[in-house]
């Protein structure tokens, strides 16, 4: 069965640092394309960093410079660095995996950012 699940998130001050996790299971991640969403209260679903199954990233323009994703293939696993946090960051993140039509997510993990 398929299955995604996020880690790594918690409370920072603002200009702090985060390290999520999306742990993938049941299918190989890195023969998909990747994202990391976030959704904050009030907000719609965003779309912040993706990782094709070539390896090109794409960085939503608010989150550019300051997050960084990658793969960990051998641990299958798909990472976003974050720094230089800011309370806008603060936000659900999940991890999503297309596969065969159809979206898969994680559970999510809270980022928060505040002073």
């Known amino acids: 069965q398929v299955q995604l699940v996020e880690s790594g998130g918690g409370l920072v001050h603002p200009g702090g640092s985060l390290r999520l996790s999306c742990a993938a299971s049941?299918?190989?991640?890195?023969?998909?394309?990747i994202v990391w969403f976030r959704q904050a209260p009030g907000k719609e679903r965003e779309g912040v960093a993706q990782?094709?199954?070539?390896?090109?990233?794409f960085y939503e323009d608010a989150v550019k410079g300051r997050f960084t994703i990658s793969r960990d293939n051998l641990q299958n696993t798909v990472t976003l660095q974050m720094n230089n946090l800011k309370p806008e960051d603060t936000a659900v993140y999940y991890c999503n995996a297309r596969i065969s039509g159809s979206d898969y997510w994680g559970q999510g993990t809270q980022v928060t950012v505040s002073a």
């Open positions: 990782i094709t199954k070539r390896g090109t990233t």
């Open positions: 049941g299918f190989t991640s890195e023969t998909y394309a």
